[in-house]
């Protein structure tokens, strides 16, 4: 016969707070020492013991002196739990694992996470389109991953809150975060222009160009003109958005003055670049250098090794559930934060092939 164990005062009031936690008393943040004390019938000494049993069991987080202890416990929802809708620029937004772990979070402290059923390029990037399918979708908030300005204007108009990630969110009244990738750019470019490359070309998305360049757009731009090199729409060519324009705007650009380094935004564009290059028995780096503005998990198998720009997720992804929390609690948050960014320089560029500087 297992001894019967007898509970201590503190223990007895730590297993009460943790049932009522888990049946969702409170939610949020726990009241303070000097309401919970009375309102048990025990002293402040006792509790203060049993709050710091649970937050060793990870039930509890503590905030510092005089501030209410957040609640962690699984299940205790916050206090206003949301509907949060995610709309993404390209359907394979939706595996990248930030957004997977951003989802994940969002569920864990009470939320519930929607998804657009299509992204916003198999609308055609069109403003009326996108809002048909969006109104459909019922969602307190929104998420909106690669948004263009109409469409993240167009969620202002209808008061609808929103955070953007990434996309043409600066000096829109609304909360928004991504990386900083203005310096990596131009650090990028440096690096060309010092291996002797001038026929450099940066392939972006139609968002990013227009109705003008963007912040990492003009960085690379501005950068080519710093060292004398003429600025024009070869350097940020116009193409159709879909796999059959991508590959027509590439064989346009090699059909005459042929690019001797390719900067390519998305991972997914770099791989086809890849692909089309090889396809011409075009070298990387012997005959053209590319670099990618993003980093992907493939990536780290390469050889040679990828040139690209990397930056931590894990800030964005706390920015994103801060602002739902806030939301949530009825705070407004309209803060965009930016994140840093590197350049990692790799085994995909290399000197400007004989001949070929002009």
Same mark, same amino acid.
């Given at each position: ?16 707070? +943790? ?30 013991? *049993? ?5 060793? &069991?990870?039930?509890?987080? +503590? ?12 299940? /205790? ?12 620029? &390209? ?9 997977? %772990? ?28 996108? /809002? ?8 307190? /908030? ?41 310096? *990596? ?16 070309? #940066? ?13 990492? &757009? ?5 950068? #080519? *003109? /710093? ?10 060519? %116009? ?22 380094? #390719? ?5 997914? #564009? ?7 290059? *090889? ?51 009825? +705070? ?9 960014? &590197? ?16």
């Amino acid at each position: 016969m297992p001894l019967l164990r007898i509970l201590s005062a503190v223990e007895q009031v730590a297993v009460y707070l +943790k049932d009522e936690l888990q049946r969702g008393k409170w939610s949020g943040y726990l009241p303070g020492i000097d309401r919970l004390a009375p309102e048990l019938g025990v002293s402040r000494k006792t509790l203060e013991a *049993a709050l710091r049993q649970l937050e060793g &069991e990870g039930v509890l987080k +503590k905030n510092g002196p005089r501030r209410r202890r957040s609640i962690e416990v699984p299940g /205790a929802p916050p206090s206003n739990s949301l509907r949060i809708g995610f709309l993404f620029s &390209e359907a394979t937004d939706r595996q990248l694992d930030y957004v997977v %772990d951003l989802q994940h979070e969002l569920a864990r402290i009470g939320h519930q996470v929607v998804q657009a059923p299509v992204a916003m390029i198999d609308c055609g990037m069109e403003v009326r389109r996108i /809002a048909r399918m969006v109104e459909k979708v019922p969602a307190d /908030a929104w998420v909106v991953a690669g948004g263009t300005r109409e469409v993240l204007t167009w969620f202002l108009e209808r008061s609808l809150p929103v955070c953007a990630l990434f996309g043409r969110r600066r000096g829109l009244p609304l909360a928004g975060v991504g990386p900083d990738k203005s310096p *990596a750019y131009a650090q990028a470019t440096r690096q060309l222009v010092a291996l002797g490359h001038r026929r450099i070309v #940066l392939i972006a998305r139609r968002m990013r160009r227009l109705p003008e360049p963007g912040s990492s &757009e003009r960085a690379f731009l501005d950068e #080519l *003109a /710093a060292h004398g090199i003429p600025r024009g729409a070869y350097h940020l060519p %116009d193409w159709e958005e879909s796999v059959e324009g991508f590959h027509a705007g590439l064989e346009a650009l090699f059909r005459v003055t042929p690019p001797t380094a #390719l900067v390519i935004q998305e991972a997914v #564009l770099f791989a086809a670049a890849q692909q089309f290059l *090889a396809r011409k028995g075009l070298r990387v780096p012997e005959n053209v250098s590319l670099i990618c503005t993003d980093a992907d998990p493939t990536f780290a198998w390469c050889k040679p090794t990828v040139a690209h720009i990397r930056w931590d997720s894990r800030p964005v992804v706390r920015r994103i559930v801060r602002w739902a929390v806030n939301l949530s609690n009825g +705070k407004p948050d309209l803060r965009q934060v930016l994140t840093p960014a &590197e350049f990692v320089s790799g085994g995909t560029i290399g000197p400007v092939p004989r001949g070929r500087g002009g």
